[in-house]
């Protein structure tokens, strides 16, 4: 149990283990689209395919769309509610505050709080073998969480490695952003099998809370600028990556 559960976990450490061996000063755009894309299609993929379907597959639509709608709004509120910044913007979002604070911490709070629906993702993968959800779909999110952290570590870490930050650093930011999967994901892990009859809720809920940053976040990231033609090569890649880890692992 306890390396489920920190699998994903693990590829957000590796990813931001990048900061010691790429030495530009700058992350190469079109590397970030990658990034960005590859991670999306992933997050989308394991959306569906392990969240999602084994949700309507209970039979229970009503619980199915009242999770999806909750786990959208749920991260939407935080997001109206909690300060943070997005990668290449220096306009905070989230409710102002009258201590300043840092730009480093913002953009931690913001990696941070859209792990939280994956940790939770990772939590009811860890429940498997019911009905539910069998142990080769929870295996295979939990490997797709894992992939599109390392991408996600690496984004965090090597901005801050451009802004000055010590390799060392930046490299325990980007993995700190990680820590709070392992941490929502025990929780989850604990509370479901008192949930057990609202386990469709409960993976429609992660579905959606993940496809809002999908939506919310990465893509128009992903799409600005130059170079989106190739996050939109790599969205395709990471979508049938999952597809074959969900085929290959049932």
Same mark, same amino acid.
Request: negative net charge; proline residues 5%; charged residues 15%.
């Given at each position: %149990?306890?390396?489920?559960?920190?699998?994903?976990?693990? $590829?957000?450490?590796?990813?931001?283990?990048?900061?010691? =061996?790429? *030495?530009?000063?700058?992350?190469?755009?079109?590397?970030?689209?990658?990034?960005?894309?590859?991670?999306? !299609?992933?997050?989308?993929?394991?959306?569906?395919?392990?969240?999602?379907?084994?949700?309507?597959?209970?039979?229970?639509?009503?619980?199915?769309?009242? !999770?999806?709608? +909750?786990?959208?709004?749920?991260?939407? =509120?935080?997001? +109206?509610?909690?300060? *943070?910044?997005?990668?290449?913007?220096?306009?905070?979002? /989230?409710?102002?505050?009258?201590?300043?604070?840092?730009?480093?911490? %913002?953009?931690?709070?913001?990696?941070?709080?859209?792990?939280?629906?994956? /940790?939770?993702?990772?939590?009811?993968?860890?429940?498997? /073998?019911?009905?539910?959800?069998?142990?080769?779909? +929870?295996?295979?999110?939990?490997?797709?969480?894992?992939?599109?952290?390392?991408?996600? $570590? &690496?984004?965090?870490?090597?901005?801050?490695?451009?802004? /000055?930050?010590?390799?060392?650093?930046?490299?325990?930011? !980007?993995? &700190?952003?990680?820590?709070?999967?392992?941490?929502?994901?025990?929780?989850?892990?604990?509370?479901?099998?008192?949930?057990?009859?609202?386990?469709?809720?409960?993976?429609?809920?992660?579905? !959606?809370?993940?496809?809002?940053?999908?939506?919310?976040?990465?893509?128009?990231?992903?799409?600005?600028?130059?170079?989106?033609?190739?996050?939109?090569?790599?969205?395709?890649? $990471?979508?049938? =990556?999952? %597809?074959?880890?969900?085929?290959?692992?049932?």
């Amino acid at each position: %149990m306890i390396l489920k559960l920190l699998i994903p976990f693990i $590829g957000t450490t590796l990813g931001s283990a990048c900061v010691f =061996l790429v *030495h530009k000063e700058k992350l190469d755009e079109r590397i970030e689209k990658a990034f960005l894309g590859f991670a999306s !299609g992933v997050m989308v993929a394991a959306s569906f395919f392990s969240l999602l379907l084994p949700s309507l597959d209970s039979g229970d639509i009503t619980m199915a769309v009242i !999770g999806l709608l +909750s786990g959208m709004g749920f991260l939407l =509120l935080m997001d +109206s509610l909690l300060p *943070h910044l997005h990668l290449h913007t220096d306009e905070p979002e /989230g409710l102002k505050t009258k201590k300043r604070l840092s730009k480093v911490f %913002m953009m931690f709070m913001a990696v941070t709080l859209h792990n939280v629906p994956e /940790g939770a993702a990772a939590g009811i993968a860890m429940v498997s /073998g019911t009905d539910i959800i069998s142990e080769s779909a +929870s295996l295979a999110l939990l490997i797709g969480i894992a992939i599109q952290n390392f991408p996600e $570590g &690496a984004i965090v870490a090597l901005p801050l490695r451009t802004s /000055g930050m010590s390799r060392f650093k930046a490299f325990l930011y !980007g993995t &700190a952003t990680g820590a709070v999967e392992p941490v929502a994901a025990l929780l989850m892990f604990v509370i479901a099998p008192m949930i057990t009859p609202f386990m469709p809720l409960a993976l429609s809920f992660a579905a !959606g809370a993940m496809l809002y940053v999908v939506i919310e976040e990465l893509i128009p990231e992903a799409s600005v600028g130059k170079h989106s033609n190739i996050a939109t090569v790599a969205f395709a890649l $990471g979508l049938a =990556l999952m %597809m074959v880890l969900d085929v290959t692992l049932s």
